[in-house]
């Protein structure tokens, strides 16, 4: 569809809508140079949470709990 167009009746889950196309932007896909630092925080995330409940873990198992 093009910018300004209004589409026919769409039924999605038992609603209907009609749609109206304001505005329209290009697609493209992100370099990797672009992508890089949000692929690299995922991943040190992933590998922080991944690091953090082995330590709970192995804190857990090795740890001796006393009540007074």
Not at 10 to 23: A, G, L, P, R, S
Not at 42 to 66: A, G, P, R, V, Y
Request: no cysteine; glycine share 2%.
């Amino acid at each position: 569809m093009e910018k300004g167009q209004i589409s026919e009746m769409v039924n999605v889950n038992d609603k209907n809508y009609v749609i109206e196309i304001t505005d329209k932007k290009e697609s493209r896909q992100k370099s990797l140079d672009e992508r890089y630092s949000g692929i690299e925080k995922l991943l040190t995330q992933k590998k922080q949470s991944k690091l953090i409940k082995k330590f709970e873990i192995d804190l857990k198992k090795n740890s001796t709990i006393i009540y007074l």
